[in-house]
């Protein structure tokens, strides 16, 4: 009907980017830069597989907003998330919040600045690196990719939230030992609709829809044929 992707049945993993940053957060931890590490994810109980993956990796605990809302911009939406994600960080009380840069379902990239500009927390977003001694007090310094290369931010204090590239690091597969332990490991259950957040939806996507098919390319003879079909027949040349 064209109201959105069809999920039934679909088989959900971590979004590859929170993925990127359970791992760092993990790291972070094997360094003695963190004292514990705690996996969140907003979702229906599907999430629990997920968080049970994050655990295996090196997560202490975790807690998991049960909501049914559909999660991919359909119906609960970035502000809305990251307003969950603030009940749940006043509650938590991290130094740090990390974050994947974007869902690869909507894209939308907005979950991670909203959360900082509802806490009023430094934030650094699309992280390459991340060196937790490298301010020298107690805060972040951080390589961020930007559309013509790299730059580097400075936090001078924490808490702060970081939200996660793809060259951030490679996320480790869990071993089978740590899956086991995964499944002794706490996962607290939060009901969204219970934590005052309103869930309403701000827009409204009206119709989703495949691309219109691409023709069959052709195979040319030569570089002077591909020029004069560039020429007269695509007209991107003149």
Known sequence: DK?????????????????????????LKESKAADEVVAVSIGPKQC??????????????????????????????PLATA????????????????MGKQGIDSDAGQTGPMLAALLGWPQATFAAKVDAAGSGDGGL?????????????????????VTCDLRLNEPRYATLPNIMKAKKKKVDVMDAADMGVDLTAKNEVLEVYEPPPRKEGIIVESVDELVDKLKTEAGVLQ
Do not use: W
């Open 3 to 27: 109201s959105g992707v069809d999920l039934s049945n679909v088989k959900m993993s971590m979004n590859p980017f929170c993925e990127i940053a359970v791992e760092e957060a993990v790291r």
């Open 48 to 77: 629990g597989e997920t968080l049970r993956t994050a655990l295996a990796m090196g997560c202490d605990r975790a807690v998991h907003v049960s909501t049914d809302l559909r999660t991919d911009y359909m119906q609960l939406q």
């Open 83 to 98: 307003r969950l994600f603030e009940k749940v960080v006043e509650s938590e009380q991290p130094d740090l919040v990390l």
């Open 141 to 161: 310094v951080v390589e961020r990719e930007t559309d013509s290369g790299t730059e580097t931010v400075t936090i001078p204090k924490l808490p702060a939230v």
